[in-house]
């Protein structure tokens, strides 16, 4: 069975820049079946589905975030990663990292996530 | 203000059938795009119930099933348990924001 599991820092100050990684487990993260998101859920905006990315390293990013991302990937690893530059107060949230099968073909959808982390923004 | 509109809380007795609606518009679900349905319980993360707006993911019990019809669709239970207390999300995606969006959520109290 699949499990994800996120890691980093709990707590970011404001203006910093936020490194999460998530380790696949139970699966490759080369299978060429799934994409692999991250989402986001705060009090104030609910659940948040901030980017994909492909295991060729193909991306693709929520258009309307505020603050830019960017995803990795180190398939040696069997990890993804997200950057978040310049963090706010705003971007305090639980961050999940999933798998979206390429079955879910017009919207992806998320069959496996980690636990989550809760990341605080504050100085 | 989420584009796809649920109910933020709904209630029902055990055994009851309860349906939580997601309503959205010409640019997400009226646009032919696939809904999914996650549960979650308290401290935990979702977990997809539906996708492709009526398909149930393996070990997903009989009792939920989802439907979609013009710019809205609906997630049924039936026979409610205490363990489904819990809170339900319906995703989309929009064309005009480009991306999978979430329902507000449909806090699920079962009396």
Redesign the interface.
């Known amino acids: 069975q699949v499990q994800l599991k996120e890691s980093g820092p709990g707590l970011v100050r404001p203006s910093q820049t936020l490194s999460l990684t998530c380790t696949v487990s139970g699966g490759t993260i080369t299978s060429g079946d799934y994409y692999w998101s991250w989402i986001r859920q705060s009090p104030g905006k609910?659940?948040?589905?901030l980017g994909y990315i492909y295991h060729n390293g193909a991306t693709y990013y929520?258009?309307?975030l505020k603050s830019p991302i960017s995803l990795s990937v180190d398939t040696s690893k069997n990890q993804f990663s997200l950057t978040i530059n310049s963090m706010t107060a705003a971007d305090t949230a639980v961050y999940?990292c999933a798998r979206d099968p390429r079955?879910?073909?017009?919207?992806?959808?998320?069959?496996h996530?980690?636990?989550?982390i809760l990341v605080t923004v504050s100085s | 203000q989420?584009i796809l509109t649920q109910p933020p809380s709904l209630s029902g007795a055990p055994g009851q059938r309860v349906a939580i609606s997601c309503t959205g518009s010409s640019s997400n679900i009226g646009a032919?795009?696939?809904?999914?349905w996650?549960q979650q319980l308290p401290g935990?993360?979702?977990?997809?119930l539906i996708?492709?707006n009526t398909n149930r993911?393996s070990g997903v019990p009989d009792r939920f099933s989802g439907s979609k019809s013009g710019t809205s669709a609906s997630l049924a239970i039936t026979g409610l348990q205490a363990e489904d207390e819990a809170t339900y999300?319906c995703?989309?995606?929009d064309n005009i924001?480009?991306?999978?969006?979430?329902?507000?959520?449909t806090n699920l109290t079962v009396l």
Do not use: K, M
């Open positions: 609910g659940l948040e589905w929520n258009p309307s999940y079955y879910c073909t017009s919207t992806s959808c998320h069959d996530w980690g636990q989550g | 989420s032919n795009f696939d809904v999914h996650y935990t993360a979702p977990r997809l996708y492709s993911p999300y995703q989309s995606y924001l480009s991306a999978s969006i979430f329902g507000g959520g």
